[in-house]
């Protein structure tokens, strides 16, 4: 999975207020944020952050108001110039550059999506979305074209002769999104785009930028305050807390390993069971290859295992389960030759599939096949871990863990 | 008693009258000369033209713009204070004062919005000019006319000149606060996708400063109407005159006759301006200049005007 970088930020720090020389030698002596203000008056926005954003990546910050997220989103296509730092794109560092070249970005590389919208009240919908072109300097005929399809893409083209005003707010925050898209930008700059919105309407629109970023696969930099939405949203999430990444990591790594007592106090509630994936509470297979499959050895593994059924694999993929009671009969009935008694309707679940997800599969009452992308059984769930971990059993789940970590 | 002249006199009208006759006027002659050229050519054209026009088709058309900015009741009225005018026997003069006002304005627009987008961008810009604007709008109008006179001399030219100075001021302050108003996060966004100062402006803060500053124009209307009056005490033509005259031979009726001519037409300009700033019930047609413009021709044109298809 090596992607390559696209935005690259490196030690990058803005300081609000005119003593800033100071606050900065007082920042590398260590002080804080608060120390600083009462001693020069100056605040610190962004202090010391570098990471690299991949291509095609939602990179989400999530942080409290007053935590810099804002201030970082908007160094990020120069709205903010940096006290210090660099932020690469495609080699130009957007903290270095003349006015003409950060215009020339933000019209071909950068656009963004605003909190409250920020749509023009004296524009059509349509004039709205063709916006960034007709800034880039794109004929009418072209544009409207243009913008039309971006409109499409947001299902939204019946109302490209509306104004701003006559649409609802998660229709108008649509109407953002298709103009920041309809200049094809690579990315994509969202600061809070859904927190305006009242919950259900803003339930959707996740569902729907995940949608559209499967197809578009933009580079995203999503500015939000609420932890749900970063861990449904972020490939990555950086936490941020007075100017600084408290942490940086996946969903998983952020709910299951906090950094400091700050995120976890974040993720105490937090269903984890829609964060974690399936793999995280999967047992080993113990799967039997089903060219050696008789039902003596199925059983005595079973027995060995502790367990009421067992997969089958051929060529390492699932072919189907065997129940410890079917393999009795074929023991009984058919002289050992357990094929036939094979359930090849299975419950198969993805391995990096929400815990939550894998409820309905478990009312089968058979234990779940976990698979890789090439279709390998790496594991299997059983039903009982699905319900304890919906029940919100926490123990039940770190205990899995434990085991998968020491089955390994 | 002790009175301060006993110690020192000073001589400050001497002093002044050494200052502009001896140095101002015969030093900058040519440029006051040079700034009445297109006050003057602007004036004498738009008198030539509006007195041309037969009284007929000026009120028609007059008629149709009232109709169209504020509405019919507006209209009927339009025209029948036109012909009460024409009636009165005040016709000419009344077209000459409209032509006055008509100049002042449209020099007040191109000095005006410039100096308030000036003054929009730049906080120190400002700084300088709200003083000045502070003291144009403290001095009394009458006080005006005595360096227009020493500058300009007398007669229809210098009497507006002065109006456009006297009626400058509310166009550059709501322009300024027009375009400072226009919300931030707009011009973030218009930021944001690469839009030059020069595009923000177009795009985004003139549209939507328009109606404030057409509340502006409206003021500076009005402040013109004044002045085009008192401008009479110098020599300027139309009704201020006909009302100096009046007044001067304490003739009641002229003077009065000449106030009512002044009265219909401010009524008349003001209901339009103020039509024409107001955003209108919105239907198709934006707020913007375009929608002011094809609202006005719309009836002309028969509103063949027509935007994109509807689907």
Request: hydrophobic share 50%; aromatic share 6%.
């Amino acid at each position: 999975m090596a992607m390559a970088t696209k935005l690259s930020i490196k030690a990058l720090y803005k300081i609000f207020g005119e003593r800033g020389d100071e606050a900065m030698r007082l920042i590398e002596s260590g002080k804080t944020k608060d120390e600083i203000l009462a001693e020069t008056g100056a605040t610190v926005g962004v202090n010391d952050v570098s990471v690299d954003i991949e291509e095609g990546e939602i990179f989400v910050v999530m942080g409290l108001s007053g935590s810099g997220k804002s201030t970082l989103i908007r160094m990020l296509n120069g709205l903010i110039a940096p006290t210090s730092g660099t932020i690469t794109i495609d080699g130009d560092d957007i903290a270095h550059c003349s006015d003409e070249k950060i215009r020339e970005i933000r019209r071909q590389k950068i656009s963004m999506v605003f909190q409250h919208f920020a749509l023009f009240p004296h524009k059509t919908i349509l004039e709205n979305a063709a916006f960034g072109l007709k800034i880039k300097g794109v004929g009418v005929a072209e544009r409207n074209e243009r913008a039309r399809k971006s409109l499409a893409q947001v299902g939204l083209e019946q109302y490209a002769d509306s104004y701003p005003e006559q649409l609802s707010g998660g229709m108008q925050q649509r109407v953002g999104l298709a103009r920041g898209l309809a200049a094809e930008p690579q990315v994509l700059l969202m600061d809070e785009p859904f927190g305006a919105l009242d919950p259900l309407i803003r339930r959707d629109m996740q569902e729907e930028l995940l949608e559209l970023q499967r197809s578009l696969g933009k580079t995203i930099v999503f500015i939000t305050h609420d932890l749900n939405e970063a861990l449904i949203l972020g490939d990555k999430i950086a936490i941020m807390k007075g100017g600084r990444f408290v942490q940086v990591g996946t969903a998983e790594e952020i709910v299951g390993s906090p950094a400091d007592a700050y995120v976890e106090a974040f993720t105490k509630d937090i269903d984890r069971s829609r964060v974690f994936p399936a793999q995280r509470v999967a047992k080993p297979a113990e799967a039997l290859q089903k060219a050696d499959l008789v039902a003596p050895s199925a059983l005595s593994a079973m027995e060995r295992l502790g367990r009421d059924a067992i997969y089958v694999v051929e060529n390492g993929k699932p072919v189907g389960v065997l129940r410890y009671r079917d393999a009795q009969g074929a023991l009984q009935n058919a002289g050992g030759d357990c094929l036939s008694a094979l359930v090849t309707s299975f419950p198969k679940a993805d391995r990096k599939k929400p815990i939550f997800e894998l409820y309905p599969l478990a009312r089968k009452g058979l234990p779940i096949a976990i698979v890789d992308d090439a279709d390998q059984l790496i594991g299997v769930v059983e039903p009982e871990t699905i319900f304890a971990e919906l029940a919100g059993d926490d123990e039940t789940v770190e205990e899995e863990a434990a085991l998968k970590t020491a089955a390994e | 008693m002790y009175s301060p002249a006993d110690m020192l006199e000073i001589p400050f009208a001497d002093w002044v009258d050494d200052f502009v006759r001896g140095f101002l006027v015969p030093t900058f002659r040519p440029v006051f000369r040079a700034m009445q050229e297109p006050v003057d050519f602007l004036m004498q054209n738009l008198d030539a033209f509006l007195n041309a026009v037969p009284w007929l088709i000026f009120a028609a058309v007059l008629g149709l713009i009232a109709w169209r900015t504020a509405g019919r009741g507006m209209a009927i009225f339009t025209v029948l204070a036109l012909a009460f005018i024409d009636m009165i026997g005040l016709w000419s003069e009344t077209m000459t004062t409209l032509s006055m006002i008509i100049t002042a304005v449209v020099f007040c627009i191109v000095l005006g919005v410039p100096l308030g987008i000036a003054a929009a961008r730049s906080d120190k810009f400002l700084s300088i000019l709200r003083p000045i604007l502070d003291i144009m709008q403290t001095i009394p109008s009458f006080v005006y006319l005595v360096p227009i006179v020493m500058l300009f001399g007398v007669g229809t030219v210098p009497g507006v000149i002065a109006t456009i100075i006297f009626a400058l001021p509310p166009i550059i302050r709501l322009t300024n606060l027009g375009i400072r108003n226009v919300r931030g996060d707009l011009i973030e966004a218009a930021k944001a996708f690469g839009s030059t100062p020069r595009q923000i402006l177009w795009e985004v803060q003139l549209p939507l400063a328009l109606r404030t500053i057409m509340a502006g124009l409206n003021q500076t209307l009005m402040l013109a109407l004044s002045m085009v009056v008192i401008a009479a005490l110098i020599g300027a033509g139309g009704l201020g005159l006909t009302v100096n005259t009046g007044l001067g031979r304490l003739a009641v009726g002229t003077a009065t006759a000449g106030g009512v001519g002044i009265v219909l037409l401010a009524i008349i300009l003001d209901r339009i301006t103020q039509g024409l700033g107001e955003a209108k019930k919105r239907t198709d047609e934006s707020k913007s200049v375009k929608g002011t413009v094809s609202r006005l021709l719309k009836p002309i044109f028969g509103g063949s005007r027509s935007t994109e298809p509807a689907e």
